[in-house]
């Protein structure tokens, strides 16, 4: 079998999974609203082990490995990042508060002024 005829049919298999999947969703949903009358606990566990089995299946597809992939891949990359200490979360939020303080001012005297001259020039009193 050659690359492509092998790619086309996992992509038919992986087409019938995610329907799969979308049906066990579905059906998970429509089962809760259903089974309304019976106990939550009994509802809440056939929910979590409908989307625990879909999960299972999307895995199994090309955009689920990627998917799996693409999260083994953040969580290694966010281990590298560099956290600020206390200290330095608080100096930067300080400044910021203060940022903002400084140009709502600025804003607010601009707004007044250019009320003023608009006031001024249309003769209106508001």
Known sequence: MNASAENQTSGS??????????????GAVFGNYYYGE??????????VAAVVIAGFIAMQTTKGRNA?????????????????TRQEAIQTT??????????????WGLDSALFAIVNFITSLQV
Do not use: C, N, Y
């Not at 799996?68 to 600020?84: D, G, Q």
């Not at 910021?96 to 804003?107: D, G, K, N």
């Open 68 to 84: 799996v992939s693409f999260a083994k891949e953040s969580r290694t990359e966010v281990r590298k990042v560099v956290w600020p």
């Open 94 to 107: 300080a400044i910021v508060l203060v940022a903002t303080m400084i140009m709502s001012l600025i804003l």
């Open 13 to 26: 298999l992986d087409s019938v999974k995610w329907v799969l999947v979308f049906l066990l969703l579905g």
């Open 38 to 47: 019976m106990s939550v606990l009994v509802r809440a566990g056939a929910v």
